[in-house]
């Protein structure tokens, strides 16, 4: 893609969108506009008996896509991002009428009937992804974006419940480099919260950010990768942890928790995790993901620090991580394909709005 050929890649961490050209937009579009209505394959869920076979259509009328509903959920944002962001979207009336086919009253009612059986559903990764999405429909000023929101709105105030009540309270986090990971959802709800101007929310979930992280230190940050990763669960907690506290103080926490980051051995977090695209590609795509959540969360720290002992590597390492991986992330392969181009558009855009908003 010229875009990504023809731009360094400073210009791509800068998270503006203003030099993302009709091509590149065409391709972030592309697997998302595919994968929300491809219903199988699909994860499995648990099965109770042989007369227990449901089509995901028929549980999730609205989410039933992209393999899993956290998936589906995330590509919803990444086209409705792209609607906001992009005036005159070269995939505007393919990307609308997708998402018009599944924006109906009755389907919504039906994930929030689903929901209300199965509290536990997809806590946190995907609440914490369709508040990202709620967020869109904030943020985009425009009768269409209106008209979701209303539509959405009992099934927002559901999740946002739910993120209160099961997920706030919870005793500890979970410092893992996959769905359950705590700061990454955590990250999410406060982005939300403040677009949003919940106050309330805001103030619990920074709440429960110190109690969670604020007395981290010395990080093993060598451990990572900690399997099949797709999160850094040192990176997402600083990102978190940015958003949290002030600069000085943010500072001083970075410094006590990742004191060695910029000395080896503890700086192999910094290097791109290689990915061997001829072994078990599917698992081996998380890490393509991995490079590319790394890359924003280092973008993001790096801001929140005037440092060179810890800003200028992070940002290095940063640029490294999107020239290993970005031309990786638009794979053919559906087990890559039905999610990455969001972490690429989360990437590109992370300073357009909605992500790591102004306190």
């Not at 790096?302 to 020239?323: C, I, K, N, Y």
């Amino acid at each position: 893609m010229n875009a990504l050929r023809n731009n360094d890649v400073q210009t791509m961490l800068s998270g503006r969108a203003d030099w993302i050209d009709s091509e590149l937009l065409v391709a972030l579009s592309e697997y998302p506009l595919d994968s929300v209505g491809t219903e199988y394959p699909h994860f499995a869920r648990s099965v109770e008996g042989p007369d227990d076979v449901i089509r995901p259509s028929e549980e999730h009328p609205v989410f039933y896509g992209s393999f899993d509903w956290h998936s589906a959920v995330h590509n919803h944002w990444c086209l409705v991002r792209q609607l906001r962001l992009f005036d005159d979207h070269p995939a505007e009336s393919d990307i609308v009428s997708t998402l018009e086919e599944r924006f109906a009253r009755e389907r919504i009612e039906q994930e929030s009937s689903y929901l209300a059986e199965n509290e536990s559903f997809e806590k946190p990764y995907g609440w914490g992804w369709f508040l990202r999405f709620a967020s869109e429909l904030h943020l985009w000023d425009a009768d269409r974006a209106a008209t979701w929101r209303e539509m959405f709105e009992p099934l927002e105030r559901q999740i946002v419940e739910l993120f209160e009540r099961e997920f706030l309270t919870q005793d500890r986090p979970f410092r893992v480099g996959t769905h359950t990971n705590s700061a990454f959802a955590l990250s999410s709800g406060l982005d939300y919260a403040r677009v949003v101007a919940d106050g309330s929310l805001e103030t619990a979930i920074v709440e429960t950010s110190r109690r969670f992280f604020l007395d981290d230190e010395e990080y093993p940050v060598e451990y990572e990768p900690l399997g099949w990763d797709f999160l850094s669960p040192a990176l997402a907690e600083a990102d978190l942890m940015r958003r949290v506290l002030e600069r000085d103080e943010f500072k001083q926490w970075f410094e006590a928790f990742v004191p060695e980051i910029a000395n080896p051995p503890h700086n192999s977090v910094l290097q791109p995790v290689e990915v061997e695209t001829d072994g078990d590609e599917g698992l081996e795509l998380h890490l393509v993901g991995l490079n590319l959540s790394k890359a924003w969360s280092m973008a993001g720290i790096a801001g929140a620090l005037d440092e060179r002992t810890f800003a200028e590597p992070l940002r290095q390492s940063a640029q490294r991580h999107v020239d290993h991986s970005i031309e990786l992330a638009f794979t053919d392969d559906y087990a890559g394909a039905h999610w990455l181009s969001s972490f690429v558009l989360y990437l590109l855009t992370r300073n357009a709005g909605g992500i790591a908003p102004e306190k």
